[in-house]
């Protein structure tokens, strides 16, 4: 919500002396967050001044008309003689009344005005358009003021408005009645107890009789429909330049008098309007909810296909408009219409929202209408915005108007009056509960230390006692609350807290970079994985209230949020990417049910912790990484190196390192990976392996989904099952003596896993072994078709002395006897 300064002072009685950013940092600490403080026109300097065009000499010979004006500005220019000024616009005549740009004054966009010679003529300055002095957009020409707005040759920055401060309020959802002049002014006059004078309360007369027929299918959509009709509207009446100017300010865009009216009066009242053409309406306005089949084309020239759920305005003829969000094209006001139908309404919040969601359509309406707006001011709306078409437009205002309630239950809420020193901590002195909430217009009856409120309609925000104690503690302010250190005695990190935290220092330090990426995939990312459809990653839990239609599942996997990331770095020229994540994905329970919404004024019982435990998912943490292009660059030091399937399995290899357990390696086929260049990495636990995660190249077709680059690698492994099957480290034993190294070459056949191999020379070597390395794998015609020859190195060193040839042999070939045995293997001559 932006908020003119001087439009704000009309509501409160602000001392002078308080600056836009003074009255921003007070709004920021009472709860209505000041993003920006804008100075518009802070970069204008004159002189600019009012001018009266005197002779237009129409000048020819060129692509475009020109003009040669002489235009009255006074003294303003120090000899009194009209000034001669060349201008392209052709909506001014003679006599009228305009704004001058002397030489020496700037415009915005440090537009420097000054003399010069132009189509054959001397200029010196410039008749200046709204757009040009930062007014408002308008692109038709210069600005035409009305006779009697200001003298010719006086300043005309300040009667013009063009230097204000504006608030720019970001207006969290439960707060939709900041979304208004109305209520930013309440808070402003409760935060420095000046008076407020409330802009809605206007005379409202009884009807005379019944207006334009109107009717509300279903109190459950609407509990209140307000029609004020205007005869003898001139369409033509533009909108005064007072009212186009807060309107930029404010951020909406002029259009027309009727439009700009019920704009205007939904950012001082916080109630929308629509205004309809009446002629072009059939029969009895009715607010019911859209038929099946149903179609609409608004005012954005988009026919829309409506839901049962959507809350339609329909005449006799049809939905005329998508209630809350967009009014429908048929009946739109237009440049012949006199006579016009203003609407207000109440419509419910929930629904609201859900069509504009719906819909992919967020209206100014909309964003006021699913906050919550005042349900009471629908009448005094539509009388202020008939007024002021009678007032701009010529209009006839009806005295006979329609009005349909079906008034419900009024909100009532009991809290002791300390509750809200109980909440923040503080002791509140007395009366500082009854204080703050009549300041925000609540009623309420005192028994004792307990109060009965009831929260004014403009607040259906207010629902809870903790709700009135948020009102209080930010008035009294959130600063003011004491810091208090806590007093108790950590006991350091959790053995899972330190894994985490070394996997990733250790994952940065070779090279990968880390991301965060939202918990969310769609129906699209799944396929995109090349998943079966019995896949066990397709059963994910649907969020009830997704940020995006298009991903509406929790993750079952990390790689579509990495893959994403990697597509968005590409995209912006990053050849070379190396990212990695650590999060939870989240894999719901077989028949698990809805969780149940815990009451916030008590606990939850044992069983209802029960139940919510239940329903939630398993929620592992799991590490990935995925890369592309160069790992090794190439330069002046020797030829780079492509990422390939292997720099996956090391990142794989480099958690398990961290976190103390050794990573077997075997080849696999499993989505979204090449079924050639997969692998399925296990750790071994107590005496059996785990299924820790995959790594490998990427399948083409999940290449070309996510648009990643060709031959990317990626890896996934499941750290809670690593965690789970990690034993305690101890540090090893350094021993003084030397190492003895035996190397051994092995013909298997093609199909035998490296890993199985090495297992089983480890585990036949015994504990001389030190460590066994694979350094060489060949194949070729050496060795025979469908066979393959692996050469390890092997290294044996005792702590106790130095081992002697005889021993180191002897456990070489005790080594190669279990592989031979195992595997089938042969040692290469």
Same mark, same amino acid.
């Given at each position: 919500?932006r908020?003119p300064?001087?439009?704000l002072?009309?509501y409160?009685?602000?001392p002078t002396?308080?600056t836009a950013?003074e009255l921003?940092s007070r709004?920021?600490?009472?709860g209505? #967050?000041?993003?920006?403080?804008?100075e518009?026109?802070?970069?204008l300097?004159?002189?600019?001044?009012f001018?009266?065009v005197?002779q237009?000499?129409?000048?020819?010979g060129?692509?475009?008309?020109?003009?040669f004006c002489?235009?009255d500005?006074g003294s303003a220019n120090?000899?009194g003689d009209?000034q001669?000024i060349v201008?392209?616009?052709?909506n001014?005549s003679?006599?009228d009344?305009?704004?001058?740009s002397?030489p020496g004054a700037e415009l915005?966009g440090g537009f420097?005005i000054?003399?010069?010679?132009?189509?054959?003529?001397m200029s010196? +300055?410039?008749?200046?358009?709204?757009?040009?002095l930062?007014?408002?957009e308008?692109?038709? +020409?210069?600005v035409?003021?009305?006779?009697?707005?200001?003298?010719?040759?006086?300043?005309?920055?300040?009667?013009?408005?063009?230097?204000e401060?504006?608030l720019?309020?970001?207006?969290?959802p439960?707060r939709?009645y900041a979304?208004?002049?109305r209520g930013v002014a309440?808070?402003?006059a409760a935060?420095?107890g000046?008076?407020?004078h409330?802009?809605?309360e206007?005379?409202?007369?009884q009807p005379t009789?019944?207006?334009?027929?109107g009717?509300?299918?279903?109190?459950?959509?609407?509990?209140?429909?307000?029609l004020r009709?205007a005869t003898?509207f001139?369409?033509e009446a533009p909108t005064?330049?007072?009212?186009?100017?807060?309107l930029?300010?404010?951020?909406?865009?002029?259009?027309?008098?009727?439009v700009?009216?019920? =704009?205007?009066?939904?950012?001082e009242?916080?109630q929308?309007?629509?205004?309809?053409?009446?002629?072009?309406l059939?029969?009895?306005?009715t607010?019911?909810a859209?038929?099946?089949?149903e179609?609409l084309e608004?005012?954005d020239?988009v026919q829309?296909?409506l839901?049962g759920?959507?809350?339609?305005?329909?005449?006799?003829?049809?939905a005329q408009?998508?209630?809350?969000?967009m009014?429908?094209?048929d009946t739109?006001?237009?440049l012949?219409s006199?006579n016009v139908?203003?609407?207000?309404?109440?419509?419910?919040p929930?629904r609201?929202?859900?069509a504009?969601?719906?819909?992919?359509?967020?209206s100014?309406?909309?964003?006021?209408?699913?906050? +919550?707006?005042?349900?009471?001011l629908?009448?005094?709306a539509a009388?202020?915005?008939?007024?002021?078409?009678a007032?701009l437009g010529?209009a006839s205002v009806e005295?006979?108007?329609?009005h349909v309630?079906?008034?419900?239950?009024?909100?009532?809420?009991?809290?002791r009056?300390?509750?809200?020193g109980?909440?923040a901590?503080v002791?509140y002195p007395?009366g500082?509960t009854?204080?703050?909430?009549g300041a925000?217009?609540?009623?309420? #009856?005192?028994?004792?230390?307990v109060?009965?409120?009831?929260p004014?309609?403009w607040?259906?925000?207010?629902?809870?006692? =903790?709700d009135?104690a948020e009102?209080?503690?930010?008035f009294?302010?959130?600063? =003011?609350?004491p810091s208090?250190?806590?007093?108790g005695?950590?006991?350091?990190l959790?053995?899972g807290?330190r894994l985490?935290?070394?996997?990733?220092?250790t994952l940065?330090?070779?090279g990968? =970079?880390e991301?965060?990426s939202?918990?969310f995939l769609?129906?699209?990312?799944?396929d +995109?994985l090349?998943?079966?459809?019995d896949?066990?990653?397709?059963v994910s839990?649907?969020l009830?209230?997704?940020?995006?239609d298009?991903?509406?599942?929790?993750?079952?996997t990390?790689?579509?949020g990495?893959?994403?990331?990697?597509?968005?770095n590409?995209?912006?020229g990053?050849?070379?990417?190396?990212?990695?994540?650590?999060?939870l994905v989240?894999l719901?329970?077989?028949?698990?049910? /809805?969780?149940?919404?815990p009451?916030?004024?008590?606990?939850?019982s044992v069983?209802?912790?029960?139940?919510i435990?239940?329903?939630?998912p398993e929620q592992?943490r799991?590490?990935?990484?995925v890369?592309?292009g160069?790992v090794?660059?190439?330069g002046?030091?020797?030829?780079?190196r492509a990422a390939t399937?292997?720099?996956?399995?090391q990142?794989?290899?480099?958690?398990? /390192?961290v976190?103390?357990v050794?990573?077997?390696?075997?080849?696999d086929?499993?989505?979204?990976w090449?079924?050639?260049?997969?692998?399925a990495l296990?750790?071994?636990?107590?005496?059996?392996r785990v299924l820790?995660?995959?790594?490998g190249?990427?399948h083409p077709r999940t290449v070309?989904?996510?648009?990643?680059p060709?031959?990317t690698?990626?890896m996934e492994?499941d750290?809670?099952?690593?965690?789970g099957?990690?034993t305690?480290?101890t540090?090893?034993?350094v021993?003084t003596y030397?190492?003895?190294?035996q190397?051994v070459?092995?013909?298997v056949d093609?199909s035998?896993?490296v890993?199985r191999?090495s297992?089983?020379?480890?585990?036949?070597?015994?504990?001389?072994l #030190?460590?066994v390395?694979?350094f060489d794998?060949y194949?070729?015609?050496?060795?025979?078709?469908?066979?393959k020859s692996?050469?390890f190195?092997l290294?044996?060193?005792a702590?106790?002395?130095?081992?002697?040839?005889?021993?180191?042999g002897?456990?070489?070939?005790?080594?190669?006897?279990?592989?031979t045995e195992?595997t089938?293997?042969?040692?290469?001559g």
């Open positions: 919500m908020v300064m001087t439009w002072r009309e409160v009685e602000l002396d308080v950013r921003a709004l920021t600490l009472a209505l #967050e000041v993003e920006t403080v804008d518009l026109g802070a970069d300097t004159g002189p600019i001044v001018g009266r005197l237009i000499e129409e000048l020819t060129f692509k475009k008309p020109i003009r002489k235009v500005v120090g000899s009209p001669e201008c392209g616009a052709r001014f003679e006599g009344l305009v704004v001058v002397l915005p420097k000054g003399a010069r010679k132009t189509y054959g003529k010196a +300055g410039m008749i200046c358009s709204a757009t040009e930062g007014l408002w308008d692109h038709s +020409g210069i035409v003021l009305p006779e009697g707005f200001g003298e010719v040759g006086a300043d005309a920055i300040e009667p013009l408005g063009a230097r401060d504006v720019d309020i970001a207006v969290t439960d939709g979304l208004s002049m309440r808070d402003v935060l420095y000046v008076d407020f409330d802009p809605a206007i005379a409202v007369a009789g019944e207006g334009h027929p009717a509300i299918a279903d109190p459950a959509l609407a509990d209140r429909l307000v009709g003898g001139d369409p005064p330049l007072w009212m186009k100017r807060r930029h300010q404010s951020g909406v865009r002029p259009v027309s008098l009727a700009d009216v019920t =704009n205007y009066v939904m950012l009242l916080g929308p309007l629509h205004a309809w053409d009446r002629d072009r059939t029969g009895t306005v607010v019911r859209a038929e099946a089949g179609k608004t005012l020239h829309r296909s839901d759920d959507d809350i339609v305005i329909a005449d006799e003829s049809g408009a998508v209630a809350g969000v009014g429908g094209l739109e006001i237009g012949s006199s139908l203003v609407e207000a309404a109440h419509f419910d929930r609201i929202a859900r504009s969601r719906r819909h992919q359509l967020s100014e309406a909309s964003r006021r209408f699913e906050r +919550g707006i005042d349900s009471r629908q009448p005094a009388t202020r915005a008939v007024e002021l078409l007032e010529g005295t006979a108007y329609t309630h079906h008034p419900g239950e009024p909100t009532t809420i009991t809290v009056t300390g509750h809200a109980s909440v901590g002791d007395e500082t009854e204080k703050w909430l925000i217009g609540c009623v309420f #009856e005192a028994d004792g230390d109060l009965t409120v009831t004014p309609s607040r259906p925000d207010l629902t809870d006692p =903790n009135l009102e209080i503690i930010r009294e302010g959130y600063e =003011n609350i208090i250190g806590f007093k005695f950590g006991r350091g959790t053995a807290q985490r935290r070394a996997v990733g220092r940065a330090a070779v990968h =970079n991301v965060l939202y918990p769609g129906e699209r990312d799944l +995109g090349q998943l079966e459809a896949d066990p990653r397709r839990m649907r009830a209230n997704p940020l995006n298009e991903e509406p599942l929790l993750r079952t990390l790689l579509p990495l893959f994403k990331a990697l597509a968005r590409v995209g912006r990053v050849t070379d990417v190396d990212l990695f994540e650590m999060g989240y719901p329970k077989p028949g698990a049910s /809805r969780a149940p919404l009451p916030v004024d008590r606990a939850p069983a209802e912790l029960d139940r435990e239940a329903a939630l592992p799991r590490v990935g990484v890369i592309a160069d090794e660059r190439a002046w030091w020797g030829q780079g399937w292997a720099d996956a399995i990142a794989a290899r480099d958690v398990a /390192r976190a103390g050794e990573l077997e390696v075997e080849a086929t499993r989505a979204p090449h079924p050639g260049r997969c692998a296990y750790v071994r636990g107590e005496g059996e820790v995660g995959h790594a190249e990427l070309k989904a996510f648009s990643l060709e031959r690698v990626a492994v750290l809670d099952l690593i965690e099957v990690r305690k480290v540090a090893p034993e021993s030397p190492v003895a190294t190397d070459a092995l013909v093609a035998v896993p890993a191999i297992a089983a020379l480890a585990e036949g070597a015994g504990e001389l #030190e460590s390395r694979l794998v194949t070729g015609d050496q060795v025979g078709q469908g066979r692996v050469a190195a290294r044996f060193r702590a106790d002395r130095t081992l002697t040839a005889e021993e180191a002897a456990a070489r070939e005790a080594a190669v006897a279990l592989a195992r089938g293997a042969v040692l290469r």
